[in-house]
């Protein structure tokens, strides 16, 4: 027969397996698993590829002697027009893999709205270069410097990229300015579906150097 509650020493308590100490129910609760208490593993975000919009009219069909991810010097020229900005995110793959290795290319138009190619008819700014590479490090990050993009007749204001890797071409799309009053009235922007829309707007904010813009890219491969 057990003891009567009030005979059993502080120290202890009584179980179904006979008196114990109570520190050591105190450590066999510590080192019961979370999931026997009820919490639940969150589970990894599930990412979503970036959608590819069409390449427009104007890429380069020559591209510039200086094709670095400075956009505001072109050669020994510098670009005064526009609202100085960064371009910057990172490329990885549906497992949130970096593509190390991976191009990224931009093109965009001037201030005034015109495209270095002859079918916008030669009347781009000599100054702006107009078109960038950025070669992907192992961490996945690319950057460019540019300006804040400019509508033309017809657009919403866009910048265009290109993503290779080796000899493949693994995306085409444009990157589109938040809050900017064209965009309901762009063909393209509007066609897109909200969460699209979402993925391919992103804000141009203020910053110590001029505007910055983080653009993420998620590659179906």
Not at 37 to 43: I, N, S
Request: charged share 20%; glycine share 10%; net charge positive.
């Amino acid at each position: 027969m057990p003891p009567a509650p009030s005979l059993i020493p502080r120290p202890f308590l009584m179980t179904p397996h006979g008196l114990v100490r109570r520190r050591t129910v105190g450590a066999v609760l510590v080192a019961v698993p979370a999931w026997c208490l009820g919490a639940r593993a969150q589970p990894a975000p599930v990412l979503r590829a970036t959608p590819a919009q069409t390449e427009g009219p104007f890429y380069p069909l020559a591209f510039p002697k200086d094709s670095d991810s400075d956009l505001l010097h072109n050669g020994a020229l510098v670009y005064p027009e526009g609202q100085a900005c960064w371009l910057e995110g990172s490329v990885i793959n549906l497992a949130g893999r970096p593509l190390a290795g991976a191009q990224v290319e931009i093109w965009q138009c001037d201030q005034t709205g015109h495209y270095h190619h002859p079918g916008d008819g030669g009347r781009a700014d000599a100054r702006f270069q107009g078109f960038g590479r950025f070669t992907v490090a192992a961490d996945g990050r690319y950057r460019f410097r540019t300006i804040r993009p400019a509508a033309y007749s017809g657009r919403t204001p866009h910048i265009h990229l290109k993503i290779r890797l080796g000899g493949r071409e693994l995306l085409t799309t444009q990157v589109y300015v938040a809050d900017d009053p064209g965009n309901p009235r762009d063909f393209l922007w509007r066609s897109l579906s909200a969460a699209d829309r979402a993925a391919l707007t992103v804000v141009f904010a203020p910053g110590d150097d001029g505007l910055r813009a983080s653009f993420p890219i998620v590659i179906d491969v």
